[in-house]
């Protein structure tokens, strides 16, 4: 069974940018398609990019359209989500997930997801 593990958060001004890796560890998921989520303190967790299993097709939340990037390292089996002009309103905990696909994994409902890394940014 597939395990997910992310890294890179932290704390971040206004304005400024963090990389978030999602590394697979006892499987491979690179024929599935792999996106991140987040959660802030009283709110449902939210989706906010996905890539596709081939990579060819990303898609992003519109709130941080413009502002992060997906991308995915077949060889490395890891996945990352770039981060830039980061706001306080992204302060949350991102966690990452696999599914067949980004329709399925958007449902939240048959995903395996990581533990999640923390991300600050203050004002």
Known sequence: QVQLVE?????VQAGGSLRLSCA???GTFSSYAVGWFRQA??????FVAAVSGSGGTTF??????GRFTISRDSAKNTVYLQMSSL???DTAVYYCATS???ATMRQMTNN???RGTQ???SS
């Open 60 to 65: 992003y939340v519109a709130s941080v359209k």
């Open 24 to 26: 697979a560890s006892g």
């Open 87 to 89: 706001k306080p309103e």
């Open 119 to 121: 991300v600050a940014v």
């Open 41 to 46: 303190p009283g709110k449902e967790r939210e």
């Open 112 to 114: 395996y997801w990581g």
């Open 100 to 102: 067949a696909t980004i």
């Open 7 to 11: 890294s890179g958060g932290g704390l």
